[in-house]
């Protein structure tokens, strides 16, 4: 196997650099290597392309559910695009990458960006760093949006979103990408397994168990009523996540090029994986599962994107296509509800990611990573287990907790005659559709 040259560890270099600029800013910004246009280049399209991602969620989302429901529905990930950049500018960003604080949270030296601007941090600008973080933090909490979907009051989710982002994404950002304990274990996370899908996933279980079921679920048939635009938003989030996927290596490079491939082929394979398994299942195959199984893939591959070969790649993204559905067809037997199976997708998919790190990672791609379990390394595949567990645990205490509080407060749930009418007209006074 011939080894590929890359940047080693580029979350890593980015959170030493923020911690150096801390505590010395003249000596970090001499040790800086200069601005590179093409990383800078690489990266502003990456950006604008996780970007694109959250209204695509938006689509996905949207398509999903009862035609009553399909601008409320849309509304969390657009309302998440404002709020949590707001968020990220004035405190989120130094919480996840200000220096390090007894390797559980960021310092407030970055309150409101202080000191971050378009010196070299790495090989792009800080502020470039700055601003691809934040899309990953808003795409988080909109994904929580598909297990409240036509039921959670629209100012509620609004006040647990800012709370869950400082309280939840924020540390586990830190810990991961930001000089915490679980970068410092040595736990592997390329794009994003444990920050964003199995906190979101986790989070999203414990909204639906808090919130109950739909009036008339299961009883009553809820189903999608448009899955072109779900079609249409699987497509966009395919496109985005390869600025998400393969723009984590924070520069245009060999690295960036097997994310990319990696992120296809695991893809390809979950999108069989999950569409075989149906076809046996249910005897036929469907539109909704060839969507369901991409994004299956794409959360699966997540975390390793940056650390395996394409054939391993190819095994991670064709199991999470049969867990994953797996999963979402248990949901009815467990009782829950999770409207668009958020959980089921972004839960499974992001701990079986994560998991798979620790089999098939290897230093052969990714110098700054370690070798799994199948390259001799045994200790990866603990420390990925040690991360996922805590991760998942954290996330489910924070939440309902916040959950719990904001019910108290303001109460979490629309009134059962706004919920029937649906929630377009009963929160926010339009329809999608003049019929």
Not at 160 to 189: C, E, K, N, Q, R
Not at 264 to 283: D, F, K
Not at 323 to 350: E, N, P, Q, R, S
């Amino acid at each position: 196997m011939s080894k590929i040259t890359m940047r080693p560890g580029a979350f890593a270099i980015a959170s030493a650099w923020l911690v150096a600029l801390a505590a010395d800013p003249a000596h970090a910004q001499e040790a800086a290597v200069a601005v590179d246009t093409g990383d800078t280049a690489w990266m502003l399209v990456s950006t604008a392309m996780v970007m694109l991602m959250t209204p695509g969620l938006a689509l996905f989302y949207g398509g999903m559910v009862r035609r009553k429901n399909v601008l409320s529905t849309a509304m969390y990930s657009f309302i998440a695009l404002g709020v949590i950049t707001i968020q990220w500018t004035l405190f989120g960003y130094t919480l996840a990458f200000g220096p390090d604080i007894g390797s559980v949270i960021g310092g407030l030296s970055m309150l409101g960006l202080a000191g971050v601007g378009g010196e070299a941090q790495g090989t792009i600008p800080a502020t470039l760093f700055m601003v691809f973080q934040m899309m990953f933090s808003i795409i988080t909490v909109a994904l929580i949006s598909g297990a409240v979907a036509e039921r959670m009051k629209f100012s509620s989710f609004v006040v647990f979103i800012v709370l869950w982002t400082t309280l939840v994404y924020d540390p586990i950002a830190h810990w991961v990408w930001g000089g915490g304990w679980i970068m410092s274990l040595g736990a592997l996370d390329f794009a994003g397994g444990l920050v964003v899908h199995i906190s979101a996933g986790v989070a999203a279980l414990v909204c639906a168990l808090v919130l109950g079921k739909r009036y008339g679920y299961p009883a009553e048939p809820m189903p999608p009523h448009n899955l072109t635009m779900t079609l249409l938003g699987a497509a966009l989030l395919w496109f985005g996540w390869f600025g998400f996927n393969a723009g984590s290596a924070l520069a245009a490079g060999s690295l960036a090029a097997t994310s990319f491939v990696a992120t296809q082929v695991a893809t390809g394979a979950s999108i069989m994986g999950w569409v075989t398994a149906e076809w046996l299942h249910r005897g036929k195959p469907t539109a909704l599962g060839v969507a369901s199984g991409l994004v299956a893939g794409l959360v699966a591959i997540t975390p390793a994107a940056g650390f395996v070969t394409p054939l391993p790649a190819m095994v991670i993204g064709g199991v999470a296509g049969v867990l994953c559905y797996a999963a979402v067809m248990a949901k009815g037997k467990l009782g829950y509800d999770d409207t668009l199976d958020a959980f089921g997708i972004h839960g499974m998919g992001g701990a079986w990611g994560a998991v798979a790190t620790g089999l098939f990672a290897t230093v052969a791609v990714n110098s700054g990573g370690a070798d799994g379990l199948l390259y001799g390394n045994p200790g990866l595949l603990l420390k990925q287990l040690i991360s996922v567990v805590v991760t998942v645990s954290y996330t489910l205490v924070v939440t309902y907790a916040l959950l719990k509080v904001i019910d108290a407060v303001m109460g979490l749930r629309v009134e059962r005659e706004d919920e029937i009418m649906g929630l377009d007209l009963s929160q926010h006074g339009e329809s999608g559709y003049t019929m």
